[in-house]
Structure formats: structure tokens, C-alpha cells
Nanobody, 121 residues
Framework: VQLQASGGGLVQPGGSLRLSCAAS????????IGWFRQAPGKEREGVSC??????YVVDSVKGRFTVSRDNAKNTVYLQMNSLKPEDTAVYYC?????????????????WGQGTQVTVSS
């Protein structure tokens, strides 16, 4: 099970980024998958997670971030619009077969490397 996250960068407030998480070694469609972030000095938090039956989005990004899955490409995306400085963090994707609808980091055992997102003017 491998996950490769990409797409981070430096963007001005109000801008957009799309993060990608490419999976290999397993079929993503059968797993729960989530996007998480960790800012300096803060705990890692769930941003958006999808499973077979549920999609979760943390309140702080509702209406701005959208998670989607391309099963043909075995890839999950996080479209981030109207970015704010407080969105600055290292973003991670993670997956697990038994996470269910959870978006708690502790529920996920397979993690990709992080990608830095910096929102600053």
C-alpha cells in the first residue's frame, strides 16, 4: 500500500490549489481515504474523508474544499478554493480498509508523505 501526495505550494489568500493522492498496491475504491493536515504546533486534523457510505468535511473548510475520487486513475483529489492563511499546513492523505466513516487520524494506518501548502501574500 503506497500513497503519493502532490500539488502543494505557495498561494495567495483567496487562491486555489488541487492536491492529488495517487494510490498503488491496492484498489482505492474499496478503502476509506482521507485528507489530513498539520500546522506547526498543532495536532493533525481530519480535513475531508470519504468512504463507501459517507463523506465528511471539517466545518472550517466547508464550502471551500471538495474531495473527489477518480477510480480509473486510483487517485483522490482535494480541491481547495478560497484559501486562507489559516489553511497553511502540511497536508497528508491516508487510507485504511477498516476506517469506515471515521476522519480521525488514529483510524488510518497507511499514510502518504506530506505536501506543504502555504497561503500567504
Amino acid at each position: 500500500v503506497q500513497l503519493q501526495a502532490s500539488g502543494g505550494g505557495l498561494v495567495q489568500p483567496g487562491g486555489s490549489l488541487r492536491l492529488s493522492c495517487a494510490a498503488s498496491g491496492f484498489t482505492l475504491n474499496y478503502y476509506s481515504i482521507g485528507w489530513f493536515r498539520q500546522a506547526p504546533g498543532k495536532e493533525r486534523e481530519g480535513v475531508s474523508c470519504i468512504s463507501h457510505s459517507n463523506a465528511y468535511v471539517v466545518d472550517s473548510v466547508k464550502g471551500r474544499f471538495t474531495v473527489s475520487r477518480d477510480n480509473a486513475k486510483n487517485t483522490v483529489y482535494l480541491q481547495m478554493n478560497s484559501l486562507k492563511p489559516e489553511d497553511t499546513a502540511v497536508y497528508y492523505c491516508a487510507t485504511d480498509a477498516i476506517a469506515g466513516s471515521s476522519c480521525r487520524p488514529v483510524s488510518y494506518n497507511y499514510w502518504g508523505q506530506g505536501t506543504q501548502v502555504t497561503v500567504s501574500s
